[in-house]
Each structure stands twice: as C-alpha cells, then as structure tokens.
C-alpha cells in the first residue's frame, strides 16, 4: 500500500466559526492507481491534497507514505518528502515568469541537489513526454495554458515522485485543452504513474477508474465509477 | 540539498530582473560607503598634517616659558610672568642630563646686497640646532665661543637664503640686520612647510646676545631668555625631566612652597598627542554621521525586500512545493540583500576613493586613504545585507506554503 491515511481531521477557525475541511477521512492508495476526486466547492478535496502532498498537517488522524510516518516528519524531511515522492500540478500552473519553460522544470530538481547537466538532460526529456519538445526556452508568457500546464506536469515528472496530485489541472483550460491534459495524465498512469486528481466535472471523473466523492470534509463515496 | 551554486544565481537572477529597482536600492549604501571613505580620508589627511606640523617643533622635546603667574586671582596668559633668564637656564643645563638651550625671537628686516627680507630672527645659545633638530646644508653651526663673544655671525633658513642670494653661495657673504652688519656662516637643511601655512624655512639664526640687544630692544633684560629648550635623549626620559626641570626651576627662579610656577613647561609629546586625538575625535564624529546614511541605506534594502517577498509570495510557496526548506528561501532570500548591498559596498569604495583624490587633487586638502577602505566597506556593506536583509528573508521563509500558494 502506498498511502494508508486514518482518521485525517483538520478544522480551521474562522472567527467565532469552526470550519470542518476533513472529517475523519481514511483511504487507501495503491501504487499505479488513477484516482478522481469530486465534490463541491468547499468540501475539502484540496485540503485533503494537501495533506497528502505533505504541504499541510492535519489536526490528528496518521498518515503512512510506503510505510514512512509522514506526520512524525519535521519540517525539513517534509520538503524532501514533497521534492522526492510528490509531484504537484495546480489549477493556475504556478510557473515562475522570470524562467523559461526548461529552467521551470529543472527547479525541484536543484532543490534536490543535482548537478546542472543531469538536470538539463532530464528536463528536456519531460518536454518531450508532454509534447513541448522544442518549447525549452519559451518563457511562460509566451506559452498558452495547455503548454504552460503541459511545463507544470513535465515540472511535477521532474523528480519522478512516486504520485502525482493535480487540483484541478484543467480548471483553468477550455474543454479541448483540458481534454488534452487528461490524455496525457491518462498516459502518464498507463506508463506506472500514481495519479490522484480532483476536478469538478462528472465526465472527467468517470474516466477515472475509482472515483471518492466528499461533502463537508468527509468522504461520502469510495469506489469505481457507476 | 541544493548546491551553494544555484542558491547564488538564483540571487543574481532575482536582482538582474529588475536592474532599475536593484541599482537604486544599492545607490543608498554606495551613497553611505562613498561618504565614510571620503570622509575618514580627509580626517585621516588633516591628522597627519597636524601631526606633522606638532613634530616639526622638534621630539623629545619640553619647552619653557615663563608666565602662569598668577596676578590678582587672574591667571596670566604663559610668557607674561617675569622672564626666564640665563641663570634658569644654565641651572637647567648643569643638572639636567639633557641638552638645553634657550632663544629669544624678533621680527626685522634682513638686508643683503641690493634687496631686503622681512624675516623671524631667532637669537640662540649654544646647543640650539641639537635641541630643535635642525641641521646644517652648507657652512657651519656656531662655535660656543661666539656665542659667548657675542659675535656678530648668522646662519639663514632656506628660504631667507632664496630670497637674499638667489642661487649664489651666501657662506662668508654679510647681510645687516638693523643696521649692524652680520656674516653669514651657515645654510639650515630644508624642512618645509609645517601645516597652518607656516614656512619653517622663513628664518634667521644669530648668538642671543646681538639679537637680544640689536633687534628685540630695550623691552628685554640683559640676561632674558625667551624659551628654553629642554632635549632628552629619549621619549621614556621625558617626563621624569619634566618634574626635575620644574624643581630646579622653582628653586631659581625662587617660588615658595605651596604657591603656583612662574614658568610653564610644555612636553611637546603630550601636545602631539592632544593634536591627534582632537582630530581623531574629529573624524569619528564625521564618519560616524556618515555610517547613519550607511544605515539608511540598509533601511531602503529592507524596504524592497519586504516588497519583493510580498511580490514573491506564490514562488516562495511553490519553492517550498517542490522541495524547499525554510532555510533555503532564508539564505537565498538574504544572499539577494547581501548582493545588492555589497555592489553598493564595492561601487562606494570605487567613489570614496575617487572622490577623496579629487578633494586632494583639486581641492589641494590633504586626504590619506586608510588601508583598510577596501577590506571594511566590503565586509561592513555585507554586514548591512545581512542585517537588514534578515527581517524580509525571515518573512519568506516562514510562510506557509498552502497560503503562500493562494496568494494572487
Ligand atoms: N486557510 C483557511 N482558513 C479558513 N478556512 C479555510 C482555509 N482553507 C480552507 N478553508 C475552508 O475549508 C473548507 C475546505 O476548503 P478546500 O479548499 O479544501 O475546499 P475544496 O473542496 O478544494 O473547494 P474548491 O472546489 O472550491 O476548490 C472550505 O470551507 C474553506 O473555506
Ligand atoms: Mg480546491
């Protein structure tokens, strides 16, 4: 089992007002998997992203990466957990203006320590593999959103994480683009890639193969798609 | 881990991307550097020609001269009590282990052959070169017996000798000095300005006794001594030779227990000192008004790092996304300060320097560039980066990475 989480709570407070984004939330994921999760706006889906990536801590609940005790990381392991086992891919790309598309991707990779000729070799294959072969030095301006969300999942390969977590990677990209970005997460999972992906749209979800629906920070539904 | 390397061009990145806003914010410490290295090297300039001007007087060197009396409660400004006379000096002479002399001073005009030169003529006793450590160029000292014979010889100061004789040999020549004719036996070695403008080459040297009578005049006693001059052999003596100086002229020049000296001695080491550290003094005040803008000039790299990690907050989340520790972004964070800070630092140093050869190039003041400008304004600049970078990159890398990431 890749990732067993139990009981991940996590409330925020807003003023007098308790909010609960997870309650009790336990799942299991395996290596391989391509997994969707759906909900309404406010149910918790990303916060639940983000303790699994490790960018967060939950309240209470253990969470077990391969085994590893992510909760009982400090700070510092936590970044390396995040740079070596998670690649993230978010709704507005988060790309840095001032680099190109190549010296975007190889970024987790000089927090990782690799030395500048490795890490241009392995960026450009990842622009390759999303399709951007010839695009290396175009800077993010000068990318439309499917390229710039094609540099953002080539960026989340770099350090081939041992799972992918994209909040809603075609969120910000009309239907054919967001199509083609599914395509391609889709192919990344039949090439071994653990995928865990939250959108808003159904027919997304259904290309899934197990799909987990939440409401109000808890988890309502776990399984394949009807 | 990420390698030292990429943290420093990261910085570099960050600072090129915005040239204009970069090169202003280091133009603030650039200002504060350039103005304490002017600055210190003016002060340092003006101290050594004070030191040189103190030293000229000669070393070792104590200086008599009578006067701190007191007259009704109101004290008396040295040089107004009763005269120092021969007999104080020769007391000093044969009890001292140290040469003395003593000189009484004029003004007249000095006439050659066909033109004239108003000038300071000093009357001397014997010993007087050794204890002002002036030497002889051309001709001789004089002889003790002429000095006792009160023989009619002089020697010139440099400059007199320019301006009397021009280039020709004035050994043997006469000159008349009011109206009584004197025969010039010796030229005094050059020594030049001494600071304050005053030439020290501007001078006439003549036994005490004709210059005491032909030049100064009536106003004098017959055996009056304007100042004594007190050489001792070394620094270390100087000041047991002070208290004993003052006993043995106490005793001569007869005070009575408990009352204050007629006379005064003046250690010329403890004037130097007195000199310096007054334009020591002098210079840190300045310089340290001049670290304040040093200081400003951190407040303004404070001021645009605090803005850049507010622009920066969604790469700062997506940095620690990706594998960024909070140290990390801390030091890469600072580095950029310490880099905007220390091209102010280097720039300063560059227009410190200039502008401190132009003051003495231009301005004619006299300016020494310390050697430490280079190593200190460097380090200092990097020190001020670090400091006021500290808060902002502190900022940075407590941020958390899911808020930071939220940011727009
Ligand atoms: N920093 C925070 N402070 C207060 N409340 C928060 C904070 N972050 C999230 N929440 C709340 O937690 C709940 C879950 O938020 P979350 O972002 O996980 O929802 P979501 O399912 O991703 O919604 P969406 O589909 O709109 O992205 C929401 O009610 C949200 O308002
Ligand atoms: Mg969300």
Redesign the interface.
């Given at each position: 089992m890749m990732i067993k989480a139990t009981d991940l709570t996590k409330t925020y407070q807003m003023g007098p007002n308790e909010i609960r984004a997870l309650i009790n939330v336990s799942l299991s994921i395996e290596a391989g998997e391509y997994v969707a999760i759906i909900g309404p706006s406010g149910s918790g889906k990303s916060t639940l992203m983000?303790v699994l990536?490790g960018?967060?801590r939950p309240d209470s609940g253990r969470y077990f990466f391969d085994g590893e005790d992510v909760l009982a990381m400090n700070?510092?392991a936590l970044?390396?957990f995040?740079?070596?086992k998670i690649g993230?891919v978010?709704q507005s790309f988060?790309l840095?203006p001032?680099?190109s598309a190549r010296l975007n991707i190889e970024?987790?990779l000089?927090?990782?320590?690799m030395?500048p000729g490795e890490r241009r070799r392995r960026a450009e294959a990842m622009l390759v593999k999303v399709g951007l072969g010839q695009r290396g030095d175009s800077r993010p301006s000068q990318l439309s959103g499917g390229q710039q969300q094609r540099v953002a999942i080539a960026?989340a390969l770099a350090?081939e994480p041992r799972l992918m977590l994209c909040d809603e990677p075609t969120g910000a990209l009309d239907q054919k683009t967001g199509r083609e970005i599914l395509d391609l997460l889709e192919a990344l999972n039949r090439q071994g890639s653990t995928v865990l992906m939250v959108t808003h749209d159904l027919q997304i979800a259904s290309r899934a193969r197990r799909i987990i629906e939440m409401r109000d920070g808890a988890v309502i539904r776990d399984g394949a798609p009807q | 881990m990420i390698r030292t390397s990429d943290l420093f061009w990261s910085a570099v990145n960050a600072i090129t991307a915005h040239p204009m806003r970069s090169s202003l914010t280091s133009l603030g410490v650039l200002i504060g550097v350039a103005a304490v290295i002017a600055i210190t090297s003016v002060g340092l300039g003006a101290q050594s020609s004070v030191t040189s001007a103190i030293s000229g007087l000669g070393s070792n060197l104590l200086i008599v001269t009578s006067g701190a009396a007191r007259g009704g409660g109101v004290r008396l400004a040295s040089g107004t009590g009763s005269p120092l006379t021969e007999t104080d000096l020769q007391a000093l002479a044969r009890n001292l282990d140290a040469t003395v002399s003593g000189s009484v001073r004029g003004q007249a005009q000095v006439v050659a052959e066909g033109t004239n030169w108003n000038t300071q003529i000093e009357g001397v006793t014997a010993n007087y070169l050794v204890t002002r450590d002036l030497k002889i160029a051309e001709g001789r000292d004089f002889e003790d017996s002429e000095i006792v014979s009160r023989r009619k010889v002089v020697i010139l100061g440099a400059t007199v000798t320019k301006e009397l004789f021009g280039s020709a040999d004035p050994i043997g020549q006469r000159v008349r000095i009011s109206n009584t004719p004197f025969e010039v036996i010796g030229v005094l070695a050059k020594r030049g300005q001494a600071g304050f403008g005053m030439d020290q080459d501007d001078i006439v040297l003549a036994p005490i006794g004709p210059v005491r009578s032909r030049v100064v005049g009536r106003r004098l006693r017959s055996s009056a001594v304007s100042q004594i001059f007190i050489k001792a052999s070394s620094s270390d003596a100087l000041e047991a030779l002070e208290s004993d100086a003052k006993e043995i002229l106490r005793e001569t020049r007869r005070v009575r227990e408990g009352s204050e000296d007629n006379f005064s001695v003046q250690n010329m080491a403890s004037i130097l000192e007195a000199g310096r550290s007054a334009t020591q003094t002098f210079t840190l005040l300045l310089g340290a008004v001049a670290a304040v803008s040093l200081l400003v000039g951190g407040i303004g790299i404070m001021n645009i790092m605090l803005v850049a990690v507010t622009e920066r907050t969604r790469e700062i989340g997506l940095r620690k996304a990706i594998g960024a520790r909070s140290r990390d972004i801390l030091v890469q964070f600072t580095l950029e300060a310490v880099l905007v800070s220390s091209l102010g630092g280097f720039w300063g140093l560059l227009v410190g320097i200039s502008g401190a050869w132009a003051l003495a190039q231009f301005g004619g003041w006299p300016t020494t560039i310390p050697v430490w400008a280079a190593p200190v304004s460097l380090l200092f600049s990097s020190v001020v980066g670090v400091i006021f970078g500290a808060l902002p990159a502190w900022r940075a890398a407590q941020l958390h990475p899911v808020e930071a990431l939220r940011r727009d």
């Open positions: 983000n990536g960018l967060d700070d510092d970044a390396a995040r740079g070596s993230f978010f988060q840095l001032r680099l970024l987790p000089v927090y990782a320590g030395v960026r350090s | -």
